[in-house]
């Protein structure tokens, strides 16, 4: 009896643990359904500030947010393009919502996420803050964007299947086809680059695709660039580091311009960059030499080879004592630090010499260690790399600026009234009134990443 009481007590506490249990799946699922209605799905900008950011971002699985200033005018600049962008992000299969946070004003929250510029933007994915460096003009925002919502490896049934592939993707990204290949032998790899690479995989193709992408084999895995009209091709092997190997060495053209965007990209890429200068890049001797590089970096895939033009960018090439009446062109090795190295005898070359023998012996004295070592000129190049100014550089300098004017005034001679106390007193009021920080007045320059 006692037994069979114990048991039905058992049960009854059982169904009332149940109970709960359930009430509380409710109230948490009507809690998450709350917070997520509290936010417009119409396609418009959402206004966040402190008490609801966090609720945001958690109830969206793609949030784009800008970090702001309403004074700062890059911001101003950029609020119509994410205007218009939105509603057609809004559209996706996997919708990305736009928001923004004024964080000048709530700074304190947005130093959680190192915001010391702006305008700062920043994709959220599941909750995972995820730096955004991509082009800032709404059509180009959009196409860059898509990227995080689509599969990480496409499948592709025929040949106009793959030419609608490689047309919808746009140029923002490096393609990856592989024709014959497994799935699974790329599916991971998808998924790791997947912010940096489009991956697909061709399952029929015919002799005409073959020849268009000029590969005479199978498996073959083909890099495409199309920003810049280039390709590679991979026949194997497919295991191991080799095949990573290959796609991180083609996230950038064989030759890479360099300017702000492929600075930021090149940050991630450990090979050693071979810089060729170049008076005017776009003129037909540098085109000629920009091909004899890409034969260059081709047969030296653990090198990253790439120009600059001294009339393009002359406040990049003066720091490694480059300018316009420099004897051009003339290839340095640098490592993306504050040292490069130059090879000696080769300071620069001849008109009259034969190029691609030059690049070649250059790219041995390298390896052979016949280098002179030489100091990038002026402040960090990371200034370069990061393309803004930073809110915490301004508050330093003004900081610094005080710190020096009170010490000028401390050693100075106390001839004007010989009154050092009165004029200390003076000072220090001075110092005091300067010291209310004011909006900085100029504008930071994340100008620098704007299409």
Partial sequence: MRSWRREMDLRSHRKSLNLVVLVVFIWIASLLSISADQFRRDGTVLELDESNFDAAISSFDYVLV?????WCGHCKRLA??????????????????????????YSKFASKYSIDGFPTLKVFIHGTPNDYTGPRRSDLLVNYLRKFGAPDVTIIESDSGIRNFVDSVGLQFPIFIGFGLNE???VELGRKYKQKAWFSVAKDFSDDVMVRYDFDKVPALVSLQPKYDQQSVFYGPFDGDFLEDFIKQNQLPLVVPINFETLRQMGDDKRKIVVTFLDDETNDVAQKIVNILKSAASANRDL?????????WEDFTERFDIYEKSELPRMIIWDRGEDYQVVEGMESFKSDMDWRSEVSRFVEAYREGRTLKKSVKGPSLMGYINSLITVKSIYILVFIVAVIMLVQYLTRDDDDDGNVDDALGRRRSDVGSSSVSEKPSKEYQPGDKED
Avoid at 66 to 70: G, R
Avoid at 82 to 103: N, R
């Fill in 66 to 70: 800008e970090f702001y200033a309403p």
């Fill in 80 to 105: 119509p393009e994410l205007d218009a962008a939105a509603p057609i992000l809004a559209k996706f299969e996997q919708p990305i919502v736009v928001a923004k946070i004024d964080a000048d004003k």
């Fill in 184 to 186: 699974s032998v790329v």
């Fill in 304 to 312: 990253l080879f790439a120009y600059v033009g001294v009339k393009q």
